[in-house]
């Protein structure tokens, strides 16, 4: 359930528009005509990447009076950001693994030129 709720996030924000809408809703929450007016498409345009993002559990909607704001998800970057973690710390290590082999290796390259010197 988590890794498909993962790339249901993961392909919403694949879309650099909805990535600028999770940006500006970061900000504080906004209407869709709010939303909608950097960009030189339709409300309804908007409208459809909110139904997107919504989908993926990155924004939600409230009721507020006439209006119906719009509310980024922020508890779904926990999600994102424990995965991307996870293979961070993989890296991390095989890249500390790699660096004691070249440590080990520049070692052994070093040694044959210091018995030299010392045999001179």
């Known amino acids: 359930m988590t890794e498909d709720r993962l790339s249901r996030v993961f392909a919403a924000l694949a879309d650099p528009t909805r990535r600028d809408i999770v940006a500006r809703l970061a900000v504080g929450d906004a209407t869709v005509g709010q939303l909608a007016a950097p960009y030189d498409v339709t409300v309804q345009a908007v409208s459809k990447h ?11 909607r409230s009721k507020d ?18 995965w991307i973690e996870r293979y961070r710390r993989q890296a991390e290590e095989r890249f500390q693994r790699l660096d004691a082999v070249l440590a080990e290796m520049d070692g052994d390259e070093q040694e044959p030129t210091n018995r030299q010197g010392a045999a001179s």
Request: glycine share 4%; net charge neutral.
């Open 50 to 60: 909110l139904k997107v993002l919504e989908d993926a559990g990155l924004v939600s």
């Open 65 to 82: 009076a006439q209006r119906r704001p719009r509310h980024l998800e922020a508890e779904v970057f926990d999600l994102m950001t424990k």
